[in-house]
Protein backbone atom coordinates (compact mmCIF):
# COMPACT_ATOMS: atom_id res chain seq x y z
CA UNK A 1 0.00 0.00 0.00
CA UNK A 2 1.20 3.40 -1.07
CA UNK A 3 -0.96 6.56 -0.23
CA UNK A 4 1.32 10.13 -1.16
CA UNK A 5 -0.14 13.15 -0.57
CA UNK A 6 2.32 15.92 -1.77
CA UNK A 7 1.35 19.48 0.03
CA UNK A 8 4.59 21.26 -0.39
CA UNK A 9 5.29 23.32 -3.10
CA UNK A 10 2.16 24.55 -3.77
CA UNK A 11 -1.43 22.68 -3.71
CA UNK A 12 -1.00 19.18 -4.72
CA UNK A 13 -3.14 15.91 -4.51
CA UNK A 14 -1.38 12.96 -5.39
CA UNK A 15 -2.71 9.60 -5.61
CA UNK A 16 -1.53 5.76 -6.20
CA UNK A 17 -3.62 4.04 -8.98
CA UNK A 18 -1.65 0.67 -7.68
CA UNK A 19 -2.71 1.54 -4.48
CA UNK A 20 -5.52 -1.32 -2.19
CA UNK A 21 -6.94 2.25 -1.18
CA UNK A 22 -9.63 3.44 -3.62
CA UNK A 23 -8.74 6.42 -5.48
CA UNK A 24 -12.41 7.87 -3.99
CA UNK A 25 -10.31 7.35 -0.20
CA UNK A 26 -7.44 8.53 -1.52
CA UNK A 27 -8.88 12.07 -2.98
CA UNK A 28 -11.13 12.09 0.17
CA UNK A 29 -7.93 11.83 2.27
CA UNK A 30 -5.62 14.05 0.60
CA UNK A 31 -8.34 16.78 0.39
CA UNK A 32 -9.44 16.36 4.05
CA UNK A 33 -5.61 16.41 5.24
CA UNK A 34 -5.20 19.59 3.09
CA UNK A 35 -8.72 21.27 4.45
CA UNK A 36 -7.61 20.64 8.08
CA UNK A 37 -4.00 21.98 7.98
CA UNK A 38 -5.49 25.22 6.99
CA UNK A 39 -3.60 25.01 3.62
CA UNK A 40 -7.06 24.93 1.30
CA UNK A 41 -8.63 27.85 3.50
CA UNK A 42 -11.91 29.10 3.29
CA UNK A 43 -12.32 30.90 -0.05
CA UNK A 44 -10.20 29.28 -1.75
CA UNK A 45 -11.73 27.57 -5.11
CA UNK A 46 -10.90 23.65 -5.97
CA UNK A 47 -11.17 22.97 -9.47
CA UNK A 48 -13.55 21.40 -11.41
CA UNK A 49 -14.70 17.97 -11.62
CA UNK A 50 -13.63 17.23 -14.96
CA UNK A 51 -9.96 19.01 -14.46
CA UNK A 52 -9.23 16.64 -11.21
CA UNK A 53 -10.43 14.07 -13.26
CA UNK A 54 -8.27 14.11 -16.09
CA UNK A 55 -4.92 14.61 -14.78
CA UNK A 56 -5.33 11.75 -11.84
CA UNK A 57 -7.10 9.33 -14.72
CA UNK A 58 -9.60 8.84 -12.69
CA UNK A 59 -13.50 8.47 -13.95
CA UNK A 60 -15.32 11.67 -13.34
CA UNK A 61 -18.38 10.20 -10.42
CA UNK A 62 -14.70 9.14 -8.40
CA UNK A 63 -13.49 13.00 -8.12
CA UNK A 64 -17.49 14.00 -7.91
CA UNK A 65 -18.09 11.58 -5.10
CA UNK A 66 -15.47 12.44 -3.15
CA UNK A 67 -16.12 16.08 -3.26
CA UNK A 68 -19.57 15.05 -2.29
CA UNK A 69 -18.41 13.76 0.81
CA UNK A 70 -16.42 16.45 1.58
CA UNK A 71 -19.38 19.17 1.02
CA UNK A 72 -21.51 16.69 3.83
CA UNK A 73 -18.80 17.06 5.91
CA UNK A 74 -19.14 20.94 5.84
CA UNK A 75 -15.68 21.34 4.19
CA UNK A 76 -16.97 22.62 0.50
CA UNK A 77 -19.88 24.45 -1.49
CA UNK A 78 -20.23 22.40 -4.80
CA UNK A 79 -20.78 24.90 -7.41
CA UNK A 80 -22.46 23.44 -10.67
CA UNK A 81 -20.50 22.25 -13.67
CA UNK A 82 -17.03 24.20 -12.24
CA UNK A 83 -15.53 22.80 -9.06
CA UNK A 84 -16.30 23.61 -5.99
CA UNK A 85 -15.21 26.32 -2.79
CA UNK A 86 -13.78 26.04 0.44
CA UNK A 87 -16.14 27.26 2.95
CA UNK A 88 -15.80 28.58 6.81
CA UNK A 89 -16.83 25.67 8.62
CA UNK A 90 -17.69 24.84 12.39
CA UNK A 91 -16.10 22.36 14.24
CA UNK A 92 -18.34 19.72 14.95
CA UNK A 93 -18.21 18.08 18.57
CA UNK A 94 -17.16 14.39 17.41
CA UNK A 95 -19.66 12.08 18.52
CA UNK A 96 -19.47 9.18 20.18
CA UNK A 97 -20.14 7.01 17.20
CA UNK A 98 -17.47 8.59 15.22
CA UNK A 99 -14.97 8.04 18.37
CA UNK A 100 -15.96 4.59 18.23
CA UNK A 101 -15.11 3.85 14.70
CA UNK A 102 -11.83 6.28 15.04
CA UNK A 103 -11.21 4.01 18.15
CA UNK A 104 -11.64 1.08 16.18
CA UNK A 105 -9.58 2.37 12.93
CA UNK A 106 -6.70 3.19 14.99
CA UNK A 107 -6.44 -0.29 16.97
CA UNK A 108 -6.45 -1.93 13.15
CA UNK A 109 -3.96 0.26 12.33
CA UNK A 110 -1.55 0.18 14.99
CA UNK A 111 -2.30 -3.77 15.02
CA UNK A 112 -0.94 -3.38 11.47
CA UNK A 113 1.85 -1.44 12.29
CA UNK A 114 3.12 -3.37 15.37
CA UNK A 115 3.14 -6.65 12.72
CA UNK A 116 5.06 -5.16 10.90
CA UNK A 117 7.58 -4.49 13.75
CA UNK A 118 6.66 -0.92 14.97
CA UNK A 119 7.20 -0.08 18.33
CA UNK A 120 4.92 1.33 20.67
CA UNK A 121 6.89 4.31 21.49
CA UNK A 122 7.57 4.95 17.96
CA UNK A 123 3.66 4.52 17.17
CA UNK A 124 2.78 7.33 20.39
CA UNK A 125 5.55 9.24 18.56
CA UNK A 126 4.24 9.31 15.07
CA UNK A 127 0.69 9.79 16.20
CA UNK A 128 2.05 12.75 18.31
CA UNK A 129 3.60 14.44 15.15
CA UNK A 130 0.95 13.68 12.63
CA UNK A 131 -1.91 15.45 15.18
CA UNK A 132 0.83 18.36 16.11
CA UNK A 133 0.85 18.63 12.00
CA UNK A 134 -2.81 18.95 11.65
CA UNK A 135 -3.68 20.99 14.41
CA UNK A 136 -5.06 24.93 13.27
CA UNK B 1 13.52 15.21 -67.96
CA UNK B 2 11.58 12.66 -66.87
CA UNK B 3 10.41 13.51 -63.38
CA UNK B 4 8.18 11.13 -62.51
CA UNK B 5 10.90 8.97 -60.95
CA UNK B 6 12.36 11.41 -58.88
CA UNK B 7 8.59 12.29 -57.45
CA UNK B 8 8.00 8.90 -56.38
CA UNK B 9 11.22 8.07 -54.84
CA UNK B 10 11.95 11.53 -52.97
CA UNK B 11 8.95 11.45 -50.65
CA UNK B 12 9.57 7.63 -49.84
CA UNK B 13 13.61 7.99 -49.09
CA UNK B 14 12.46 10.88 -46.78
CA UNK B 15 9.86 9.19 -44.95
CA UNK B 16 12.21 6.25 -44.68
CA UNK B 17 15.00 8.65 -43.30
CA UNK B 18 12.33 9.86 -40.04
CA UNK B 19 11.40 6.06 -39.47
CA UNK B 20 15.50 5.22 -39.38
CA UNK B 21 15.50 7.99 -36.94
CA UNK B 22 12.08 7.47 -34.71
CA UNK B 23 13.05 5.28 -32.32
CA UNK B 24 15.18 8.41 -30.96
CA UNK B 25 12.73 10.45 -31.05
CA UNK B 26 11.17 9.88 -27.47
CA UNK B 27 11.43 11.33 -23.88
CA UNK B 28 13.88 9.63 -21.95
CA UNK B 29 12.59 6.03 -19.97
CA UNK B 30 10.83 5.22 -23.23
CA UNK B 31 12.36 3.27 -25.90
CA UNK B 32 10.24 1.84 -29.16
CA UNK B 33 7.34 2.93 -27.25
CA UNK B 34 8.14 0.41 -24.34
CA UNK B 35 8.82 1.91 -20.61
CA UNK B 36 12.45 1.07 -19.68
CA UNK B 37 15.34 2.09 -17.67
CA UNK B 38 16.91 5.37 -18.65
CA UNK B 39 20.26 4.22 -19.41
CA UNK B 40 18.74 1.10 -21.52
CA UNK B 41 19.00 2.39 -24.97
CA UNK B 42 22.84 2.84 -24.62
CA UNK B 43 23.48 -0.47 -23.18
CA UNK B 44 24.36 -3.70 -25.94
CA UNK B 45 21.47 -4.46 -25.63
CA UNK B 46 19.15 -1.50 -26.51
CA UNK B 47 22.29 -0.91 -29.23
CA UNK B 48 21.69 -4.15 -31.02
CA UNK B 49 17.45 -3.61 -30.86
CA UNK B 50 18.05 -0.33 -32.43
CA UNK B 51 20.92 -1.82 -34.93
CA UNK B 52 18.64 -4.97 -35.99
CA UNK B 53 15.56 -2.02 -36.21
CA UNK B 54 17.35 0.00 -38.25
CA UNK B 55 18.17 -2.80 -40.51
CA UNK B 56 15.07 -4.27 -41.20
CA UNK B 57 13.80 -0.77 -41.78
CA UNK B 58 16.54 -0.41 -44.50
CA UNK B 59 15.28 -3.79 -46.11
CA UNK B 60 11.66 -2.40 -45.98
CA UNK B 61 12.59 1.11 -47.70
CA UNK B 62 14.84 -1.11 -50.55
CA UNK B 63 11.72 -3.27 -51.11
CA UNK B 64 9.45 -0.33 -51.09
CA UNK B 65 11.73 1.66 -54.00
CA UNK B 66 12.10 -1.15 -55.96
CA UNK B 67 8.10 -1.00 -55.96
CA UNK B 68 7.77 2.61 -56.60
CA UNK B 69 10.70 2.74 -59.50
CA UNK B 70 8.47 0.79 -61.93
CA UNK B 71 4.98 1.73 -61.11
CA UNK B 72 6.07 5.46 -61.45
CA UNK B 73 6.21 4.87 -65.19
CA UNK B 74 4.02 1.79 -66.04
CA UNK B 75 1.00 2.35 -63.11
CA UNK B 76 1.15 6.25 -62.61
CA UNK B 77 -2.23 6.10 -61.14
CA UNK B 78 -0.82 3.70 -57.91
CA UNK B 79 1.72 6.92 -57.47
CA UNK B 80 3.81 6.46 -54.48
CA UNK B 81 0.75 5.07 -52.84
CA UNK B 82 1.24 1.59 -52.96
CA UNK B 83 5.05 1.13 -52.06
CA UNK B 84 4.54 4.16 -49.23
CA UNK B 85 2.02 1.82 -47.83
CA UNK B 86 4.37 -1.03 -48.25
CA UNK B 87 7.35 0.76 -46.57
CA UNK B 88 4.40 2.14 -43.17
CA UNK B 89 3.24 -1.14 -43.31
CA UNK B 90 6.56 -3.17 -42.94
CA UNK B 91 8.52 -0.57 -40.59
CA UNK B 92 5.34 -0.44 -38.59
CA UNK B 93 5.95 -4.21 -37.84
CA UNK B 94 9.36 -4.60 -37.30
CA UNK B 95 9.08 -1.68 -35.00
CA UNK B 96 5.76 -3.44 -32.78
CA UNK B 97 8.28 -6.64 -32.86
CA UNK B 98 10.87 -4.54 -31.32
CA UNK B 99 8.21 -2.85 -29.06
CA UNK B 100 6.94 -6.42 -28.00
CA UNK B 101 10.37 -7.95 -26.98
CA UNK B 102 11.94 -4.58 -25.06
CA UNK B 103 8.05 -4.57 -23.33
CA UNK B 104 8.49 -8.70 -22.46
CA UNK B 105 12.46 -8.66 -21.69
CA UNK B 106 13.72 -5.83 -20.54
CA UNK B 107 10.38 -3.43 -19.87
CA UNK B 108 9.73 -1.34 -15.96
CA UNK B 109 6.63 -1.10 -14.78
CA UNK B 110 6.38 2.32 -12.94
CA UNK B 111 4.05 3.05 -9.95
CA UNK B 112 0.77 4.65 -11.18
CA UNK B 113 0.94 7.28 -9.26
CA UNK B 114 -0.65 10.39 -10.41
CA UNK B 115 -0.53 14.20 -9.51
CA UNK B 116 -3.08 17.51 -9.91
CA UNK B 117 -2.50 20.92 -9.04
CA UNK B 118 -4.94 21.91 -6.89
CA UNK B 119 -4.51 25.88 -7.66
CA UNK B 120 -7.06 27.37 -10.62
CA UNK B 121 -5.91 27.28 -13.82
CA UNK B 122 -3.23 29.70 -14.98
CA UNK B 123 -4.56 32.53 -16.74
CA UNK B 124 -1.98 31.96 -19.68
CA UNK B 125 -3.61 28.27 -20.76
CA UNK B 126 -5.69 29.60 -22.64
CA UNK B 127 -6.28 30.27 -26.17
CA UNK B 128 -5.66 33.58 -26.89
CA UNK B 129 -8.20 35.30 -28.68
CA UNK B 130 -6.42 38.82 -29.55
CA UNK B 131 -3.87 36.27 -31.56
CA UNK B 132 -6.61 34.27 -33.10
CA UNK B 133 -9.05 36.90 -34.29
CA UNK B 134 -6.40 39.02 -36.79
CA UNK B 135 -6.59 35.38 -39.59
CA UNK B 136 -10.56 35.26 -39.88
CA UNK B 137 -10.42 39.89 -40.18
CA UNK B 138 -7.20 38.76 -42.94
CA UNK B 139 -10.07 36.36 -44.65
CA UNK B 140 -13.24 38.52 -44.42
CA UNK B 141 -11.49 41.24 -45.88
CA UNK B 142 -9.95 39.23 -48.77
CA UNK B 143 -13.36 38.20 -49.21
CA UNK B 144 -14.77 41.91 -49.34
CA UNK B 145 -11.85 42.57 -51.81
CA UNK B 146 -12.71 39.87 -54.24
CA UNK B 147 -16.67 40.87 -54.42
CA UNK B 148 -15.45 44.32 -55.42
CA UNK B 149 -13.23 43.12 -58.08
CA UNK B 150 -15.42 39.99 -59.12
CA UNK B 151 -15.60 41.02 -63.07
CA UNK B 152 -11.86 41.51 -62.71
CA UNK B 153 -11.34 37.45 -62.11
CA UNK B 154 -11.20 35.30 -65.49
CA UNK B 155 -13.71 32.40 -66.11
CA UNK B 156 -11.10 29.59 -65.33
CA UNK B 157 -7.82 30.38 -63.01
CA UNK B 158 -5.09 27.65 -61.50
CA UNK B 159 -5.96 26.87 -57.89
CA UNK B 160 -3.81 23.98 -57.29
CA UNK B 161 -0.37 23.27 -58.29
CA UNK B 162 2.11 20.04 -58.69
CA UNK B 163 5.10 19.74 -57.27
CA UNK B 164 6.30 20.59 -60.92
CA UNK B 165 5.14 24.13 -60.42
CA UNK B 166 2.77 23.62 -62.87
CA UNK B 167 -1.15 24.12 -62.19
CA UNK B 168 -2.81 20.88 -62.08
CA UNK B 169 -6.21 22.05 -61.23
CA UNK B 170 -8.48 24.64 -61.91
CA UNK B 171 -11.48 26.56 -60.48
CA UNK B 172 -14.66 28.71 -62.57
CA UNK B 173 -15.66 32.08 -61.81
CA UNK B 174 -18.56 31.23 -59.10
CA UNK B 175 -19.00 31.28 -55.52
CA UNK B 176 -17.74 28.23 -55.11
CA UNK B 177 -14.38 28.55 -57.02
CA UNK B 178 -13.33 32.28 -55.67
CA UNK B 179 -14.40 31.61 -51.93
CA UNK B 180 -13.96 27.93 -51.46
CA UNK B 181 -10.34 29.03 -50.49
CA UNK B 182 -11.35 31.12 -48.04
CA UNK B 183 -13.94 28.85 -46.52
CA UNK B 184 -11.16 26.20 -46.88
CA UNK B 185 -8.71 28.20 -44.24
CA UNK B 186 -11.75 29.34 -42.21
CA UNK B 187 -12.71 25.63 -41.42
CA UNK B 188 -9.06 24.60 -41.28
CA UNK B 189 -8.41 27.72 -38.62
CA UNK B 190 -11.98 26.46 -36.75
CA UNK B 191 -10.12 22.90 -36.70
CA UNK B 192 -7.01 23.82 -34.82
CA UNK B 193 -8.76 26.42 -32.63
CA UNK B 194 -11.81 23.36 -31.84
CA UNK B 195 -8.07 20.77 -31.27
CA UNK B 196 -6.82 23.62 -28.97
CA UNK B 197 -9.70 23.89 -26.83
CA UNK B 198 -10.50 19.99 -26.68
CA UNK B 199 -6.89 19.52 -26.12
CA UNK B 200 -7.08 22.40 -22.79
CA UNK B 201 -10.23 20.15 -21.30
CA UNK B 202 -9.38 16.67 -21.81
CA UNK B 203 -5.66 16.13 -21.32
CA UNK B 204 -3.21 16.81 -18.93
CA UNK B 205 -1.63 20.08 -18.11
CA UNK B 206 2.55 19.37 -19.14
CA UNK B 207 4.92 21.84 -21.26
CA UNK B 208 3.70 19.99 -24.46
CA UNK B 209 0.32 20.87 -23.89
CA UNK B 210 1.74 24.17 -23.73
CA UNK B 211 3.73 24.05 -26.39
CA UNK B 212 1.30 22.57 -28.90
CA UNK B 213 -1.48 25.46 -27.82
CA UNK B 214 0.75 28.13 -29.07
CA UNK B 215 1.72 26.45 -32.44
CA UNK B 216 -1.95 25.60 -33.30
CA UNK B 217 -2.38 29.89 -32.51
CA UNK B 218 0.16 30.41 -34.60
CA UNK B 219 -0.34 28.13 -37.20
CA UNK B 220 -3.65 30.13 -37.93
CA UNK B 221 -1.35 32.33 -39.80
CA UNK B 222 0.48 30.55 -42.39
CA UNK B 223 -2.87 28.46 -43.67
CA UNK B 224 -4.89 31.94 -43.49
CA UNK B 225 -1.52 32.96 -45.69
CA UNK B 226 -2.03 30.29 -47.63
CA UNK B 227 -5.24 30.32 -49.09
CA UNK B 228 -5.49 33.88 -49.24
CA UNK B 229 -2.55 34.16 -51.40
CA UNK B 230 -4.57 31.16 -53.66
CA UNK B 231 -7.49 33.15 -53.78
CA UNK B 232 -6.20 36.37 -54.35
CA UNK B 233 -4.11 35.13 -57.87
CA UNK B 234 -6.88 35.37 -59.90
CA UNK B 235 -7.04 39.05 -59.34
CA UNK B 236 -3.18 39.97 -58.40
CA UNK B 237 0.48 38.99 -59.89
CA UNK B 238 2.25 37.08 -56.65
CA UNK B 239 4.83 35.35 -57.07
CA UNK B 240 4.75 32.04 -56.34
CA UNK B 241 8.36 31.67 -54.77
CA UNK B 242 8.00 34.87 -52.85
CA UNK B 243 5.02 33.36 -51.04
CA UNK B 244 6.28 30.27 -50.90
CA UNK B 245 9.48 31.19 -49.09
CA UNK B 246 7.43 33.41 -46.95
CA UNK B 247 5.21 30.29 -45.68
CA UNK B 248 8.23 27.95 -45.41
CA UNK B 249 10.01 30.43 -43.25
CA UNK B 250 6.67 31.01 -40.92
CA UNK B 251 6.77 27.04 -40.26
CA UNK B 252 10.25 26.63 -39.75
CA UNK B 253 10.15 29.27 -36.97
CA UNK B 254 7.02 28.04 -35.44
CA UNK B 255 8.26 24.62 -35.28
CA UNK B 256 12.39 25.54 -34.38
CA UNK B 257 9.97 27.72 -31.26
CA UNK B 258 8.91 24.56 -30.05
CA UNK B 259 11.43 22.76 -30.40
CA UNK B 260 13.50 24.86 -28.52
CA UNK B 261 10.95 25.85 -25.85
CA UNK B 262 10.33 21.85 -25.64
CA UNK B 263 14.37 20.95 -24.91
CA UNK B 264 14.68 24.29 -22.99
CA UNK B 265 17.00 23.61 -19.84
CA UNK B 266 14.32 25.30 -17.99
CA UNK B 267 11.51 22.84 -19.31
CA UNK B 268 10.16 20.98 -16.47
CA UNK B 269 11.42 17.50 -16.67
CA UNK B 270 8.03 16.15 -16.81
CA UNK B 271 9.33 12.74 -18.18
CA UNK B 272 6.50 10.24 -20.03
CA UNK B 273 2.62 10.02 -18.58
CA UNK B 274 2.37 7.58 -16.31
CA UNK B 275 0.49 5.16 -18.07
CA UNK B 276 1.45 1.34 -17.79
CA UNK B 277 2.85 -0.65 -21.24
CA UNK B 278 -0.12 -2.65 -21.28
CA UNK B 279 -2.63 0.74 -22.58
CA UNK B 280 -0.59 1.23 -25.72
CA UNK B 281 -1.31 -1.04 -28.34
CA UNK B 282 1.94 -2.02 -30.67
CA UNK B 283 3.29 0.75 -28.33
CA UNK B 284 1.84 3.34 -30.70
CA UNK B 285 -2.34 2.93 -29.71
CA UNK B 286 -3.23 4.55 -26.55
CA UNK B 287 -6.29 2.19 -25.05
CA UNK B 288 -7.33 2.78 -21.25
CA UNK B 289 -11.09 2.65 -20.66
CA UNK B 290 -10.64 4.13 -16.97
CA UNK B 291 -8.64 7.49 -18.43
CA UNK B 292 -11.20 9.87 -18.99
CA UNK B 293 -8.28 11.89 -20.81
CA UNK B 294 -9.13 12.07 -24.59
CA UNK B 295 -5.63 13.03 -25.74
CA UNK B 296 -2.43 11.89 -24.23
CA UNK B 297 1.01 13.08 -25.12
CA UNK B 298 2.56 10.52 -27.80
CA UNK B 299 5.56 8.38 -26.70
CA UNK B 300 7.06 8.91 -29.87
CA UNK B 301 7.64 12.12 -31.68
CA UNK B 302 5.95 15.73 -30.48
CA UNK B 303 2.78 15.86 -30.02
CA UNK B 304 -0.77 14.26 -29.00
CA UNK B 305 -2.44 11.02 -29.94
CA UNK B 306 -5.94 9.94 -28.65
CA UNK B 307 -7.20 7.49 -26.11
CA UNK B 308 -8.95 5.26 -28.25
CA UNK B 309 -10.90 3.74 -25.33
CA UNK B 310 -13.10 6.73 -24.74
CA UNK B 311 -16.46 6.81 -26.28
CA UNK B 312 -15.60 10.76 -26.54
CA UNK B 313 -12.46 10.30 -28.69
CA UNK B 314 -14.22 9.00 -31.45
CA UNK B 315 -16.82 11.65 -31.56
CA UNK B 316 -13.97 14.13 -31.36
CA UNK B 317 -12.22 12.50 -34.17
CA UNK B 318 -15.23 12.10 -36.29
CA UNK B 319 -16.53 15.85 -35.29
CA UNK B 320 -12.34 17.13 -36.21
CA UNK B 321 -13.12 14.92 -39.81
CA UNK B 322 -16.07 16.13 -40.43
CA UNK B 323 -15.22 20.01 -40.38
CA UNK B 324 -11.97 18.80 -42.23
CA UNK B 325 -13.50 17.27 -45.05
CA UNK B 326 -16.70 19.82 -45.46
CA UNK B 327 -14.85 22.53 -47.82
CA UNK B 328 -13.54 20.12 -49.57
CA UNK B 329 -17.47 18.29 -50.31
CA UNK B 330 -18.66 22.04 -50.62
CA UNK B 331 -16.43 23.13 -52.92
CA UNK B 332 -16.60 20.22 -55.53
CA UNK B 333 -21.01 19.94 -54.83
Not at chain 1, 127 to 135: D, G, I, P, V
Request: glycine share 6%; charged share 20%.
Amino acid sequence: MCVQYTVSNGLTLRIDLDSDVPAYRQIVDGLRILLVNGKLAPGSELPSVRRIAVDLGVHFNTVAEAYRTLADEGWLELRHGRGATVVERDAPAASAEKVTEFRRRLQALVAEMQSQGASAARLSTELRTAANELEL
Amino acid sequence: MNLEIPFAVLPLALVAVIFQFMPLLTRRGIFFSATVDPEFPQSADGRRLLRSYRLQAALWTVLALALAMPLATTRPQFGARLPALLLVAGIGFSYWLKFREIHEHYGLRRPEVRETSLVPAEENEGIRLWLVIPPFIAIATVAFYLNAHWSQIPDQFPVHWGVNGQPNRWANRDLAGVYGPLLMATMLNLLFLVFGWVLLRMSRKSIMRYVTIRMLEVLLYPVTFTFVVVSLLPVMRIPLWLALSVLFAFIAGIFFWAYRKITAPSAPDEGPEPQSDSYWKAGVFYYNPNDPAIFVSKRVGIGYTMNFANKMSWVVLVGILLIALLPVLLVRK
